[in-house]
């Protein structure tokens, strides 16, 4: 068995899932276009091999292939939103969370000043 990184051993079971999908979906896109395994993998630019890994979701695939087999499918456009600022969940919840944080520092600082203009004044 080849050495794995470590990254590759503490894949989520939610990433594992998604590479074996895409792999499947990737050969029933070349078996629909019915092109060998050989054909194929001369176009991506791989050994027959190295496709078979590919297919089956091996996750230690480079990125640089999955994008030309994409590529061949006409859905490598794709790649380009896939970790798009707009679209990460993690950072826009955590400035949703500043924002609100924010609001509720200013609207006490708010309170805290309209109370401290309420207050009587001592007279010396």
Request: glycine fraction near 8%.
């Amino acid at each position: 068995m080849p050495i794995q990184s470590r990254a590759l051993r503490q894949l989520p079971i939610s990433s594992t899932t998604a590479i074996r999908d895409l792999g499947a979906d990737l050969a029933v896109a070349r078996l629909r276009r019915g092109e060998s395994l050989k054909v194929w993998a001369k176009r991506v630019g791989i050994s027959v091999p190295t496709l078979m890994k590919l297919e089956a979701g091996d996750p230690g695939i480079s990125v640089g292939i999955v994008a030309s087999a994409l590529w061949l499918i006409g859905r490598d456009g794709e790649l380009g939103t896939l970790a798009a600022p707009e679209h990460d969940r993690g950072a826009i919840e955590m400035s949703v969370q500043q924002a609100m944080d924010l609001g509720r520092q200013r609207a006490t600082q708010a309170a805290r000043r309209e109370l401290n203009k309420r207050k009587p004044k001592d007279s010396a």
